[in-house]
């Protein structure tokens, strides 16, 4: 899950539901340690930077949620994961 905002935690929210595992990357340090704090798995880090995506398993990653507001970004997160894992699936 990239971006951990409103929309980004209700989609951690609903994982968590459902027993689906995942990583959360985030530039807000706030964010990132109060999700830390409730126990979830989240890095900080900046998802449109190849290394970060594939540090945090994009490889072997069966989906891929961007929740952000910024759509360069988002482009490039999702031009990258699709490069990076083909079969992929993004929202």
């Known amino acids: 899950i990239i971006g951990l905002g409103v929309h980004g935690r209700i989609v951690a929210r609903a994982a968590d539901k ?4 995942y990583v ?3 530039l807000s340090p706030d964010r ?11 890095v900080f880090g900046d ?10 398993g994009i490889k072997t990653a069966r989906a891929l949620v961007v929740c952000i507001s910024d759509p360069l970004a988002t ?5 990258l994961a699709k490069e990076l ?3 992929c699936h993004i929202i």
Request: with cysteine; proline share 3%.
């Open 18 to 21: 459902c027993g689906i595992r």
């Open 24 to 26: 959360g990357i985030e």
């Open 32 to 42: 990132v340690e109060d999700a830390r704090k409730a126990g979830k798995t989240v």
């Open 47 to 56: 998802a449109t930077q190849e290394a970060v995506l594939i540090e945090e």
């Open 75 to 79: 482009r490039r997160i999702v031009a």
């Open 85 to 87: 894992n083909p079969t």
